[in-house]
């Protein structure tokens, strides 16, 4: 059974950063696509960026394209989300998703109904 832990959220102010951490297990992990995504109140669940677990491109959603990176780990099986700049609208509930989808693994995949399974969520709170 694949499981994703998310951690790392917490308060952090304006301008801050905050990594991310989703440690994966139960899948063969080498042919996923993996993924974070973010849900706040009232709003749509929305990418903030993913790259095939080996390796290749990384896409960025538009939100935090130029503030985010996602250093992965192979040997912990970790895939992290590093946030810079972060500003009070970045405030959600931030998830770690995979896709088994080879066509995701090969073009990259940017809809929450592309991955199949998903963390619990960690919340992240930007304010002063």
């Known amino acids: 059974q694949v499981q994703l832990v998310e951690s790392g959220g917490g308060l952090v102010q304006p301008g801050g950063s905050l990594r991310l951490a989703c440690l994966a297990s139960?899948?063969?992990?080498?042919?996923?696509?993996m993924a974070w995504f973010r849900q706040a109140p009232g709003k749509e669940r929305e990418f903030v960026a993913g790259m095939p677990w080996l390796g290749g491109p990384t896409d960025y959603g538009d939100s935090m394209k130029g503030r985010s990176e996602i250093p992965r780990d192979h040997a912990e099986n970790a895939v992290y989300l590093q946030m810079n700049s972060l500003k009070p609208e970045d405030t959600a509930v931030y998830y770690c998703a995979v896709s088994s989808d080879y066509s995701c693994r090969q073009y990259g995949c940017q809809a929450a109904s592309d991955y199949y399974y998903w963390g619990q969520g960690t919340q992240v709170t930007v304010s002063s």
């Open positions: 139960g899948g063969n992990f080498a042919r996923y696509t």
